[in-house]
């Protein structure tokens, strides 16, 4: 349920170590009368090798530190299509510190304990099993709106079905997409692809990248291996699954459909029907919470009543309900 992650390590180099070390690049920048040193580590020997930089001052190199950056299933599985469950997530943290001592050729006892080591940046995720259902999902989601974030649809190149949608922040971001089309786009080259494509079918991903100030609130709170853990990450992803409630069931129907299936019943009222269709659209177009401004408070729920009491009658004919995201709901072992 984690992805992508930038660790702080507070490990110091010797220059002894630094002119050992294998370095993809180095170079220097002056910065506010200083001369800062940035060397980096990144030879693609594999999927999922970690990026590895090291900073410091060239005057007082004990101004320093040791950023990691690395998608964790991916540096597990080549793929970050497969959930990390805890046992799994402590053996990667543990196959990341001997990558590390592999790369900086320090002992294993140099490099400082997971719990010291600072989230600076951490993608969490979830899959989920949605069947036949990925593009109400996708529809639904494409009219949300979250505050203050920019909410972009992207679709399948000449084709009006969606593929992802995106609320990006300034510091933070969040999207669901289907992860088999993004499987068929992007992983080609992997040696399990053609058996990813059959598995990931029916897949939703959804994917949130943590703000600054979420992961300091995480930090203060619990250890590094404490935030990795599922005890943390599960209730984090169900509070974002809830906010985004991608499972309202208005927008998930055709609203043609409905609105038709409404003008052709005889048993309503012309008044009835026009505010019924009124109702309806508003809905589907704006979502609830938009709607209820509308109306009073009686009034919205009246209407709701009248709406739920035709789609009970049409139960047969209105597609029903999806099913509200939920960490606890969708078991993800399925795709394995």
Same mark, same amino acid.
């Given at each position: 349920?984690?992805?992508?992650?930038?660790?702080?390590?507070?490990? /110091?180099?010797?220059?002894?170590?630094?002119?050992?070390?294998?370095? %993809?690049?180095?170079?220097?920048?002056?910065?506010?009368?200083?001369?800062?040193?940035?060397?980096?580590?990144?030879?693609? &020997?594999?999927?999922?090798?970690?990026?590895?930089?090291?900073?410091?001052?060239?005057?007082?190199?004990?101004?320093?530190?040791? /950023?990691?950056?690395?998608?964790?299933?991916?540096? /597990?599985?080549?793929?970050?299509?497969?959930?990390?469950?805890?046992?799994?997530?402590?053996?990667?943290? +543990?196959?990341?510190?001997?990558?590390?001592?592999?790369?900086?050729?320090? *002992?294993?006892?140099?490099?400082?304990?997971? +719990?010291?080591?600072?989230?600076?940046?951490?993608?969490?995720?979830?899959?989920?099993?949605?069947?036949?259902?990925?593009?109400?999902?996708? =529809?639904?989601?494409?009219?949300?709106?979250? @505050?203050?974030?920019?909410?972009? %649809?992207? $679709?399948?190149?000449?084709?009006?079905?969606?593929?992802?949608?995106?609320?990006?922040?300034?510091?933070?971001?969040?999207?669901?997409? +289907?992860?088999?089309? &993004?499987?068929?786009?992007?992983?080609?080259?992997?040696?399990?692809?053609? %058996?990813?494509?059959? $598995? *990931?079918?029916?897949?939703?991903?959804?994917?949130?990248?943590?703000?600054?100030?979420?992961? #300091?609130?995480?930090? *203060?709170?619990?250890?590094?291996?404490?935030?990795? =853990?599922?005890?943390?990450?599960?209730?984090?992803?169900?509070?974002?699954?809830?906010?985004?409630?991608?499972?309202?069931?208005? @927008?998930? %129907?055709?609203?043609?459909?409905?609105?038709?299936?409404?003008?052709?019943?005889?048993?309503?009222?012309? #008044?009835?029907?026009?505010?019924?269709?009124?109702?309806?659209?508003?809905?589907?177009?704006?979502?609830?919470? @938009?709607?209820?401004?509308?109306?009073?408070?009686?009034?919205?729920? $009246?209407?709701?009543?009248?709406? +739920?009491?035709?789609?009970?009658?049409?139960?047969?004919?209105?597609?029903?309900?999806?099913?509200?995201? =939920?960490?606890? $709901?969708?078991?993800?072992?399925?795709?394995?």
């Amino acid at each position: 349920m984690v992805d992508t992650i930038k660790f702080d390590i507070p490990l /110091r180099l010797t220059m002894k170590d630094l002119r050992e070390i294998k370095w %993809t690049s180095m170079t220097e920048r002056q910065s506010n009368g200083s001369v800062k040193c940035f060397y980096n580590i990144k030879e693609n &020997e594999f999927i999922g090798e970690p990026f590895i930089s090291y900073t410091f001052d060239k005057d007082e190199p004990t101004k320093c530190w040791l /950023r990691v950056e690395v998608s964790l299933p991916k540096f /597990r599985h080549g793929t970050n299509f497969y959930e990390l469950n805890d046992d799994e997530m402590k053996w990667t943290l +543990d196959m990341i510190k001997v990558f590390l001592c592999k790369k900086l050729k320090v *002992s294993l006892n140099r490099l400082p304990g997971v +719990d010291s080591w600072t989230i600076k940046k951490m993608h969490v995720c979830k899959n989920f099993n949605v069947g036949s259902n990925m593009q109400r999902y996708l =529809s639904n989601a494409s009219k949300k709106v979250l @505050q203050k974030r920019k909410n972009t %649809t992207y $679709k399948a190149s000449g084709k009006d079905k969606i593929q992802s949608v995106v609320w990006k922040a300034k510091s933070t971001a969040e999207k669901v997409y +289907d992860k088999q089309a &993004e499987i068929k786009e992007n992983e080609k080259n992997h040696d399990d692809f053609i %058996t990813l494509i059959p $598995k *990931s079918k029916g897949c939703l991903r959804y994917e949130s990248e943590l703000s600054r100030s979420d992961l #300091r609130i995480l930090h *203060s709170k619990n250890t590094t291996s404490q935030i990795l =853990s599922s005890a943390v990450i599960k209730p984090l992803l169900n509070k974002n699954l809830k906010r985004l409630n991608l499972n309202f069931n208005i @927008q998930s %129907t055709e609203l043609k459909r409905v609105l038709n299936l409404i003008e052709s019943d005889s048993t309503i009222s012309t #008044r009835s029907k026009s505010s019924l269709i009124a109702f309806v659209t508003k809905i589907h177009t704006l979502g609830e919470s @938009q709607t209820k401004q509308s109306y009073s408070q009686a009034g919205f729920y $009246k209407i709701k009543s009248s709406y +739920d009491d035709f789609r009970l009658k049409n139960a047969t004919i209105i597609t029903q309900n999806l099913e509200q995201l =939920s960490v606890n $709901k969708f078991d993800f072992a399925k795709f394995n």
